[in-house]
């Protein structure tokens, strides 16, 4: 369930503006990987019903999007294409997806003091060196950042970006569908599921696909 607790810790420690950092699409064979971030200050309540992404049905999560946006002091989701994920990997297109969020905070006037990132490993503070210098946006200062295991599930402000980078990667998804049914994108959303295999059997590899990746080979 989640709650308050680790943001109330770091409230109480000083901060003003904690960012929930989680991402989406991470596994997935096709579209980008999205990273959703939450900035929430001082409170103690939160929208009805928010959760892990995971644990929600689309119904569910998109119920909650006004809601999340109303109660976050500032939210916004980056994305990597399938491209940059071939041409630098996926852990420094996850960066590169967070710090085009961060940005978009720092634009919208928010100053950011910590940041709650889900995970046991952190992807978004720089790497040295760093694999993505040349399209990440160094100008954007990454706040202290606090590993959460599991914040999804646990972490308010992190739960809020989790819901927040499912619904808006699912939605190019979707859009992505039209261009390319055979895929099935509009279920599956990019990911292994058999349909999607055995089209990529079938036709092989579209734009959208992360061709670095063991994509099935085409049946001949």
């Known amino acids: ?56 049905t689309a119904a569910v999560r998109e119920s909650l999007i006004d809601g999340i946006r109303a109660f976050a002091v500032a939210h916004a989701v980056g994305h990597a294409s399938a491209q940059e994920i071939d041409a630098h990997g996926i852990v420094a297109a996850l960066r590169c997806a967070g710090l085009r969020a961060l940005s978009a905070i720092t634009q919208a006037g928010v100053e950011v003091d910590a940041v709650l990132l889900d995970g046991s490993h952190d992807w978004l503070s720089a790497p040295a060196p760093d694999l993505f210098t040349a399209d990440a946006d160094e100008s954007v200062r990454v706040p202290p950042v606090t ?23 699912d939605a190019v998804m979707r859009a992505a569908h039209n ?19 055995a089209a990529l059997r079938e036709f092989g590899p579209s734009p959208f696909h992360r061709v670095s990746w063991r994509l099935p080979a085409v049946v001949a």
């Open 1 to 56: 369930m989640v709650s308050l607790d680790i943001e109330t810790t770091l409230w109480d420690a000083g901060a003003r503006v904690i960012v929930g950092v989680d991402e989406v699409g991470r596994g997935a064979l096709a579209g980008p990987v999205s990273v959703g971030v939450a900035a929430v200050s001082r409170c103690d309540t939160w929208p009805q019903g928010l959760a892990d992404s995971k644990r929600l």
């Open 147 to 169: 590993m959460v295991v599991k914040g999804d599930d646990t972490c308010v402000s992190i739960a809020a970006a989790s819901v927040l980078a499912k619904v808006e990667r």
């Open 179 to 197: 261009d390319h049914p055979e895929y099935g994108w509009a279920a599956n959303k990019g990911y292994g599921a058999r349909g999607h295999l």
